[in-house]
């Protein structure tokens, strides 16, 4: 069983491609209904076993759109979270995709793991991604790993269009460390 295999299952049951898939997928939720997710699952788990054995760039791609997918339940971000030695180079790939739902699913995984240079790569999350879910998801991940860094970012965020961006940035503020 490869994860490329059952991508190709998912994009043909969706009916989109990953390149594709950020534009076209609306608000989500419909990616629970898919039928193939054990055999999904399963093989991102193969693959999380191969990366801890070496990395490669071309698998860990595929385990980049697996997770954009699995937005939803977060069963690969959980996977990744336990079974990944090294999670580093992974997380790099996935903070420099086009897909904003494994984006913000990294900037998760920095908030509840030690990776090195996490900080640096939450706040070039905030400061450079133009996708307010995952600035959101930054920097309530930020406030996890330095309270007083995240303050001073959520008072920045404070008048800014995103309404929910505006309303995790005053929950931030108000948080006592």
Known sequence: MSLETELAKFWDWAGMSPDTYSENRGLGEWEI???GWDELYRAAT???ELLNKEFNHDLAQLLVYALAVDNESGTILQKAEEKLESKL???KKVINSDLPQARW???ELLGRTEVEDREKMLVNLITRDNDKYVVRRALMSLAHVNYTKAVE?????LKD???FLKLVSKEIIKQKV
């Open 33 to 35: 209904e898919y039928p």
């Open 46 to 48: 193969e693959v999380l």
């Open 89 to 91: 180079r992974f997380v």
């Open 105 to 107: 699913q990294a900037a």
């Open 153 to 157: 970012f959520a008072k920045t965020f």
């Open 161 to 163: 269009s995103d309404p």
